[in-house]
């Protein structure tokens, strides 16, 4: 067998990471998926909300495909900065080490002192509906979370939304259970204004008041459409759009909205963190301005922060503020690691599945056709238009970038440690099977 001239390490084999190991793979060049979990799904299987049978199921085939391709290792149950040190892995002599470890951590809720509540009356979307995700599965610990009315949410994205549809869903059902009526989550997915329709039921009636989602500016400035804002003509439609989408979730899953409001105070009782004092805003140039003397109090269980995710830093990996220093936008390289680079959600600090694909591509491309090919082909026009300027400066490194038989015998020998730790034996697709964890529609005896 023919050593290959160059090998890519890719931490991260969701949705960037993937991408990025098709695009190599469809040039020739093998790659090394390190992945933290035993399942390389990431958000498709922790963060895509599980009523999203058919896409979560679509994405995970697009993921399978392209990680059982025979130039692509998998290396499952294996973290940067837990079972690999960072800054060891740099030079274990890889031509190209791409990080794709996504989007997990929150941002924090930007009010002092606000995380001592943590567990206390404060909780963060990405570990709430990691626990709603699978607190259905045989053996999960479901108690970690106690769904309740009148939970309020900060936050104005798509997820936001998403912990809207969670709590109410939940609060729903169990009143309903109550009542002798047994609805499953699919159903009230589809509608619980419906489902309570056709019983002859409201809110009320329940005892329910809902959930309130609390956001910082207007109804129309929150951003759950990618339209485009370029023109007046386009932000207006958008601003539709979006105000369409708003009103769509509320009719069908009936929580409440409280636009203009951004959390200033915390409220408390002992250690726990029982409420928020909000502030009310005004929209002026783009910009949410607080309106002095318009605060007002808020009580409420418990609070889910959902403004926004951002990558988790790992040691040994320089960063810069809430995300990792790049020293190029073209390329992301990380600072002080000529050939180290950053993809998809863990540059762009979201968890949109189709955005992170696309730059996940974009970023792989960049790189692939400017530092790990001889110059035997002709990148695309619009690749070549993000990267001549880099090319012009780091020609002399493409060719630093081919490894020796050597080198590449070594890392194999690593790889096949790390493998055999996590009791993996080289088959992707039986591994994936043996660990895809319980579906609730398949208990529960539901088709999709």
Partial sequence: MTT????????????????????????????????????????IEDGLPKWHVKLRDKEINKINEKLSHPLVTYVPCTALGREVDFVDVSNWGFSAVLLATGAWRDRPLPIEGIDQYLGKGLVYQNPFIYWFNHMHEPGFDNTEYEIKDEVAIIGGGLASLDVAKVLMFETVKEA?????????????????????????????D????????FYRRRAKDMPLSPLPTDTPEQLEKAQGVREKILNNYQSKYLFNFEPNHV????????????????RRTR???GRAIEIEGSDREVKFPYVVSSIGSIPELIPGIPSKGQTYQIDDEVFCRIHGFPTVYALGNAVTGRGNIKESAAHGKMIAENIIEGFLTDNEGEPNQDVRSRIEEAISTLSKEIKDFKISSETYQSILSRINKLQQKAGYDG?????????????????LGIEH
């Fill in 206 to 213: 329940l005892g329910i008041k809902g959930c309130t989602l």
């Fill in 427 to 443: 088959n992707y697709l039986k591994w994936v099977t043996d660990h895809m964890p319980a579906r609730l529609e398949k208990l």
């Fill in 263 to 278: 959390p200033v105070q915390v409220m408390t009782e002992g250690d726990r963190l029982t409420g928020l004092v909000f």
């Fill in 176 to 204: 309903l259970q109550q009542r002798s009526h047994d609805v499953d989550l699919f159903t009230l997915d589809r509608s619980i204004a419906k489902v309570l329709d056709g019983l002859n039921l409201t809110l009320d």
């Fill in 283 to 285: 929209i002026e140039n």
């Fill in 4 to 43: 290959p001239k160059y090998l890519v390490a890719i931490f991260g084999g969701a949705v960037s990471g993937s991408e990025a190991a098709a695009q190599l793979a469809a040039r020739g060049i093998p790659s090394v998926v390190f992945e933290q979990n035993a399942l390389p799904f990431g958000k």
